[in-house]
């Protein structure tokens, strides 16, 4: 095994400037099977210059919107090529299934089609009323600049495209930090925008950590903006540190997601069924390593029994093993930290009186020597209680329970963070109100973890700052410019002179 060239600076494919590299390990069974350069400050502050030229004195801020359109467009149908081969990537490096790194794969092209087509529909600016046939006003969107992109592990394709698509379609050279723990598909990503003719130095990326790289970057006087993927805690350090040289920051952070459901929801055996499968999958998809994972089953008290007894049944059902066998629906977690941080969480909640109702172990046995943990329903949960409050990024399900719609409501919101909530129920009225009063980003309804390219993603709290996807982030990458050009200038006379 080599060392990989996984930092791009200027075009120009390197190992890190210390020579320094990091193992990657496949979480499925602990064993390394890549290796990337790990960068570090003068890496960082390389790339940052190159994305810096290539703003100041190159040609993508100035290309026609049609042709990066186009450029965009290449991307997505080279993804699309890709499909097996970056989605077994991501399945690997991040212990998803090979069908969840395929969706990845699809879900990444049509954000990168998305933004190609929404700045293709719009016009050039708006002109402003002044009050005056000799004032020609108009206002104008331009790129930010260079742009300092860090991402997460668990969608790391994903999350990198979501910051990538709208940067580049508005006009702007980045330098990106994938997660140390999972870099390759987003090194592969940065190859796919070669291959589409992206100019030298306007994709950059450093492999390497949180601290050095994402910090040098947060701090770098030459960034302009910084959007963070991540946990609160490198949020807020994030955020710290972009003060000092007044960056933009979008910061997506995490979530306590709350899942509610009203006895109404379940009232045929087949609305039960759907409600039971849909809080499985909010739950679990992805071993819970989903920020918008709803992790909280808030569930009417008169029907608590039956929900959670068919649900812990299908809990225990759920088949772990890596992600690209066959049958399997959950992978591993992605690395030792996590499993043990889950494992924490889980006997802090025994501890402070939970009721385990399903998993609550590792498995046992052959193929489970890698990081798995089973799927865990934890009952007789309460907002006291650290596993119902802070996020715990694994296979972890608290139940609670409520009597009145109020009742609901104010669980629902009992959070720090606001990211995403759902609301199961038969009653269109309630189904309003509900989604009304709950305080986060994106509210289902009798749905569970969908979301639209066209359709804002964000949180409210501590859930971040700005929004990607949607409209509004692509406006995350610009700065509006009031241009008033006066046709008939005369001099003011507000001095005597
Ligand atoms: P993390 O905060 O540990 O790391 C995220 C990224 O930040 C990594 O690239 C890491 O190297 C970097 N980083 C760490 N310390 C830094 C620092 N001081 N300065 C700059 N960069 C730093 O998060 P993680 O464990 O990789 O990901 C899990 C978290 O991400 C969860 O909290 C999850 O909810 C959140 N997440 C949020 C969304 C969303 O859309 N809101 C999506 C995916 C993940």
Same mark, same amino acid.
């Given at each position: 095994?080599?060392?990989?060239?996984?930092?791009?600076?200027?075009?120009?494919?390197?190992?890190?400037?210390?020579?320094?590299?990091?193992?990657?390990?496949?979480?499925?069974?602990?064993?390394?099977?890549?290796?990337?350069?790990?960068?570090?400050?003068?890496?960082?502050?390389?790339?940052?210059?190159?994305?810096?030229? &290539?703003?100041?004195?190159? #040609?993508?801020? /100035?290309?026609? =919107?049609?042709?990066? %359109?186009?450029?965009? !467009?290449?991307? +997505? *149908?080279?993804?699309?090529?890709?499909?097996?081969?970056?989605?077994?990537?991501?399945?690997?490096? &991040?212990?998803?299934?090979? #069908?969840?790194? /395929?969706?990845? =794969?699809?879900?990444? %092209?049509?954000?990168? !089609?998305?933004? +190609? *087509?929404?700045?293709?529909?719009?016009?050039?600016?708006?002109?402003?009323?002044?009050?005056?046939?000799?004032?020609?006003?108009?206002?104008?969107?331009?790129?930010?600049?260079?742009?300092?992109?860090?991402?997460?592990?668990?969608?790391?394709?994903?999350?990198?495209?979501?910051?990538?698509?709208?940067?580049?379609?508005?006009?702007?050279?980045?330098?990106?930090?994938?997660?140390?723990?999972?870099?390759?598909?987003?090194?592969?990503?940065?190859?796919?925008?070669?291959?589409?003719?992206?100019?030298?130095?306007?994709?950059?990326?450093?492999?390497?950590?949180?601290?050095?790289?994402?910090?040098?970057?947060?701090?770098?006087?030459?960034?302009?903006?910084?959007?963070?993927?991540?946990?609160?805690?490198?949020?807020?350090?994030?955020?710290?540190?972009?003060?000092?040289?007044?960056?933009?920051?979008?910061?997506?952070?995490?979530?306590?997601?709350?899942?509610?459901?009203?006895?109404?929801?379940?009232?045929?055996?087949?609305?039960?069924?759907?409600?039971?499968?849909?809080?499985?999958?909010?739950?679990?998809?992805?071993?819970?390593?989903?920020?918008?994972?709803?992790?909280?089953?808030?569930?009417?008290?008169?029907?608590?029994?039956?929900?959670?007894?068919?649900?812990?049944?299908?809990?225990?059902?759920?088949?772990?093993?890596?992600?690209?066998?066959?049958?399997?629906?959950?992978?591993?977690?992605?690395?030792?930290?996590?499993?043990?941080?889950?494992?924490?969480?889980?006997?802090?909640?025994?501890?402070?009186?939970?009721?385990?109702?399903?998993?609550?172990?590792?498995?046992?046995?052959?193929?489970?020597?890698?990081?798995?943990?089973?799927?865990?329903?934890?009952?007789?949960?309460?907002?006291?209680?650290?596993?119902?409050?802070?996020?715990?990024?694994?296979?972890?399900?608290?139940?609670?329970?409520?009597?009145?719609?109020?009742?609901?409501?104010?669980?629902?919101?009992?959070?720090?963070?606001?990211?995403?909530?759902?609301?199961?129920?038969?009653?269109?009225?309630?189904?309003?109100?509900?989604?009304?009063?709950?305080?986060?980003?994106?509210?289902?309804?009798?749905?569970?973890?969908?979301?639209?390219?066209?359709?804002?993603?964000?949180?409210?709290?501590?859930?971040?700052?700005?929004?990607?996807?949607?409209?509004?982030?692509?406006?995350?990458?610009?700065?509006?410019?009031?241009?008033?050009?006066?046709?008939?200038?005369?001099?003011?006379?507000?001095?005597?002179?």
């Amino acid at each position: 095994m080599s060392a990989q060239q996984t930092i791009h600076v200027g075009g120009e494919w390197r190992s890190a400037a210390s020579g320094a590299t990091r193992e990657i390990i496949d979480p499925a069974d602990a064993t390394v099977f890549a290796l990337v350069a790990e960068g570090g400050t003068e890496d960082t502050d390389a790339a940052v210059a190159a994305a810096r030229r &290539a703003f100041d004195e190159g #040609e993508w801020p /100035r290309t026609p =919107v049609a042709e990066r %359109a186009a450029l965009l !467009r290449r991307v +997505a *149908d080279l993804l699309q090529r890709n499909r097996e081969a970056l989605g077994a990537l991501e399945s690997r490096d &991040a212990g998803k299934t090979l #069908e969840e790194g /395929r969706v990845d =794969v699809d879900c990444v %092209a049509d954000a990168f !089609r998305y933004f +190609a *087509d929404l700045v293709m529909n719009e016009s050039g600016g708006r002109v402003v009323d002044a009050g005056s046939d000799e004032i020609h006003s108009v206002v104008v969107h331009e790129p930010v600049g260079v742009c300092a992109l860090i991402t997460p592990w668990n969608y790391p394709l994903l999350q990198a495209s979501w910051k990538i698509a709208p940067a580049l379609a508005a006009g702007n050279t980045f330098v990106v930090k994938p997660s140390e723990i999972t870099p390759l598909a987003t090194v592969e990503l940065i190859h796919l925008l070669e291959e589409a003719g992206l100019p030298d130095g306007v994709a950059n990326i450093v492999t390497g950590a949180g601290d050095p790289v994402g910090a040098r970057l947060a701090e770098h006087p030459d960034v302009d903006l910084v959007s963070f993927t991540g946990g609160l805690s490198s949020g807020t350090k994030v955020m710290r540190a972009a003060a000092d040289s007044v960056k933009k920051v979008a910061l997506e952070l995490g979530g306590k997601n709350p899942n509610v459901v009203f006895a109404d929801a379940c009232e045929s055996d087949e609305d039960f069924d759907t409600a039971v499968d849909q809080a499985l999958n909010a739950a679990f998809i992805h071993s819970g390593q989903v920020c918008s994972a709803g992790s909280r089953l808030i569930v009417e008290e008169s029907m608590r029994e039956r929900f959670v007894g068919e649900l812990a049944r299908r809990a225990e059902k759920i088949r772990l093993g890596r992600g690209t066998d066959d049958g399997v629906e959950c992978g591993p977690l992605v690395s030792p930290q996590q499993l043990a941080k889950t494992e924490e969480y889980v006997a802090s909640a025994l501890a402070e009186g939970a009721v385990l109702r399903a998993g609550g172990r590792r498995p046992e046995g052959e193929g489970y020597e890698g990081y798995f943990y089973r799927p865990t329903v934890l009952d007789q949960c309460h907002r006291e209680m650290r596993v119902v409050r802070e996020e715990v990024f694994g296979p972890v399900l608290t139940v609670e329970t409520f009597r009145t719609e109020d009742e609901a409501v104010a669980l629902a919101n009992d959070t720090e963070y606001g990211l995403a909530g759902a609301v199961w129920t038969a009653d269109p009225g309630r189904a309003r109100r509900v989604a009304g009063r709950l305080r986060h980003g994106t509210v289902w309804i009798n749905d569970f973890h969908p979301y639209l390219p066209q359709a804002e993603w964000g949180g409210f709290g501590k859930s971040g700052i700005g929004r990607e996807l949607g409209p509004a982030g692509l406006a995350e990458y610009r700065e509006a410019k009031h241009i008033y050009q006066n046709l008939a200038p005369r001099p003011v006379r507000w001095f005597a002179g």
